[in-house]
T-cell receptor, first 112, second 116 residues
């Protein structure tokens, strides 16, 4: 399973765009990249998932370069409610179920 | 749709006692996971079920932890006897694969266990 490395913490201000980069040098051909968000006293929540290039949904964008050795989660115009821990996970989801390894995550603090 | 349900939400026990956690996954989700999350760390997978069969239990401390998923629906995780280092949040998650290959785990609120 590919190991991921991401910053321990980040600070931002309301209204700014936040980019969290995750390094996964040993990513395998069948691996997908997934990001989860976790608020205190809650379970993680799926944000976005991708394999290559760019994926966008209603809450975030995921940028994956051609070599796939890193990925960047982009949160546009963050608000105080985006203060949470963000996890980058890499794993093979092609078989039923899939196994994902959570790292330590990035603790994002959004200030007014 | 209803989310993943877990009970109890909180539990305090003394070391060497036993405890059990219950999880009801989202209807139709074949895969069920139990994670342990120690304060300040990411969730650590303990066991993964596919229907009622175990797919991965490589990180489950089998001398004290056990889990079952009867009839491929609800699941229970048991610790016997508990140690101080078992203090953590125990998260249950379930998943399915949609037609677009997107794979998402849905997490319950967790059970916070304190061992004194």
């Amino acid at each position: 399973l590919a190991k991921t490395t991401q910053p321990i913490s980040m600070d931002s201000y309301e209204g700014q765009e936040v980019n969290i980069t995750c390094s996964h040098n040993n990513i395998a051909t069948n691996d997908y990249i997934t990001w989860y968000q976790q608020f205190p006293s809650q379970g993680p929540r799926f944000i976005i998932q991708g394999y290559k290039t760019k994926v966008t949904n209603e809450v975030a964008s995921l940028f994956i370069p051609a070599d796939r050795k890193s990925s960047t989660l982009s949160l546009p115009r963050v608000s105080l409610s985006d203060t949470a821990v963000y996890y980058c996970l890499v794993g093979d989801i092609s078989n039923q179920g899939g196994k994902l390894i959570f790292g330590q995550g990035t603790e994002l603090s959004v200030k007014p | 749709e209803a989310g993943v349900a877990q009970s109890p939400r909180y539990k305090i026990i003394e070391k060497r006692q036993s405890v059990a956690f219950w999880c009801n996954p989202i209807s139709g989700h074949a895969t069920l996971y139990w994670y342990q999350q120690i304060l300040g760390q990411g969730p650590k997978l303990l066991i993964q079920f596919q229907n009622n069969g175990v797919v991965d239990d490589s990180q489950l401390p089998k001398d004290r932890f056990s889990a079952e998923r009867l009839k491929g629906v609800d699941s229970t995780l048991k610790i016997q006897p508990a140690k101080l280092e078992d203090s953590a949040v125990y998260l249950c998650a379930s998943s399915y694969r949609d037609r677009g290959l997107r794979y998402e785990q849905y997490f319950g609120p967790g059970t916070r266990l304190t061992v004194t």
